[in-house]
């Protein structure tokens, strides 16, 4: 069985919770057979599976049916919190001042720029760099606006958009040193900057679903491939890195599987999880 962070043996594992892109799903975006019978397996042994995300949640509807899920599903990092049904739970929406603040980074910054509220997606050019590979992925189309006025007052997401690399993490500099803790900012994938409240992280998320299922968050386990992951390795029992996340990720978790060329997620599963699952009740 893994050992805690504190050098003692972590309790049964009731839950996994599972980071979607990167993590469960292949470069390509689709749950492999690998995958869909992991989660079988979880059921079977008892340990439920939830989902968490920097997609919607309507982003994630496609993968409720075949991996059985029927624990709310936390969009957003956690910014909007569902049922399987799409009944909202738990909302963190950022104040429309922020969310000027954040635009007016971004926009020095030089990142394109995608707003997510509770009733979509809205961003200026539907021309821009990864705009298509998030629609395929969440499974629904942006909806094109000239301006952003009026859209600012029910945000759930902002996202900095940039193939360059230094541009992000820029923008991500300047948000910290000037908004300090009034905002969450982390990068979800290289070319991703996701800002959002400061309750809508993926460690907030192990807390929330560990009380709404009547369990600890150390019989949470957390399985993921970004800095935006770390957090939920913190507070999560069992902390699982996915071989494709970066050095740092990794270092911050308790075992590393496979990457997810390689159902690192159904590896894990079935090396870490159900072992540390072993003594549910």
Known sequence: MPVAKDGGSKGAIRLLLADVDGTLVDPQKRLTEAAIA???????????????SGRPPRGMEMLVEPLGIDTPLAGFNGGLIVDPAGAVLCSHLLAQPLVE???????????????????????????????????????????????????LGEVVKVVGVSDREEVLVEAQRELAAGLGAAVSASRSQPYYLDVTHP???????????????????????AIGDMPNDVLAFQRAGLAIAMGNAPKSVQRAADVVTDPNTADGFAKAVRRFV???????P
């Open 38 to 52: 992991a989660a079988a397996e979880l059921r079977e042994a008892g340990i439920g599976l939830a989902l968490v």
């Open 101 to 151: 603040e954040v635009l007016a980074v971004l926009a020095r910054a030089g990142a394109d720029v995608w707003l997510y509220r509770p009733d979509g997606w809205y961003l200026k050019s539907p021309a821009a760099p990864h705009v298509e590979r998030e629609e395929g992925t969440v499974q629904f189309p942006p909806v094109v606006v000239d301006r952003f006025e009026g859209l």
């Open 199 to 221: 309750q809508a992280n993926k460690g907030f998320v192990v807390e929330w679903l560990a009380n709404y299922l009547g369990i600890e968050p150390q019989q949470v386990a």
């Open 274 to 280: 159900l072992a540390a699952g072993a003594l549910n």
